[in-house]
């Protein structure tokens, strides 16, 4: 076969193949940030106030999103997978019976309207360094991170 007819062929298939690992869109829709199997992609994102991100578990891995209660800031709500009140309400519920576990496909989502750091981290895999922060800035362009 000729090369420019293979690539005909087979290019939007394959591309179609690689949506879900180049960004943030996959058949389930629009997302924020993915999860692979033990990092959070992206590691940082800047938003501008009111807005809202969406996780999606774009892994076979159980995970989970939970804020580092400590160190969001003062007036912010908390967010947790499972719809926890506190890091340690999530992290109980997690050792017992996994509550707040996001499997495979499944999306968790927050608002975020007071602005600051908001850093967070994934329950089963914290150890092995799956953490990242949303910033929240009246001006997102502005916030370099990293990937």
């Not at 394959?14 to 879900?20: D, S, T």
């Not at 991100?53 to 499972?82: C, M």
Request: proline letters at 5%; charged letters at 20%.
């Amino acid at each position: 076969m000729e090369r420019r007819a293979f690539l005909r062929a087979v290019g939007p298939a394959a591309a179609a193949g690689l949506a879900g690992c180049l960004g943030g869109s996959t058949a389930t829709g629009d997302y924020d940030v993915g999860m692979s199997a033990a990092a959070f992609r992206p590691v940082r994102i800047a938003v501008e106030p009111g807005t809202t991100v969406r996780w999606l578990n774009t892994s076979k891995q159980g995970h989970s999103v939970t804020a580092y209660e400590g160190e969001i800031p003062d007036d912010a709500d908390y967010f947790a997978s499972g719809g926890f009140d506190t890091e340690q309400a999530a992290r109980d519920n997690w050792g017992s019976s996994s509550g707040g576990t996001l499997f495979e496909g499944e999306d968790f989502t927050h608002t975020f309207e007071v602005l600051g750091e908001y850093p967070y981290f994934c329950i089963p895999h914290e150890r092995a360094g799956m953490v990242g922060t949303v910033v929240v800035t009246e001006n997102p362009e502005t916030v370099t991170g990293d990937a």
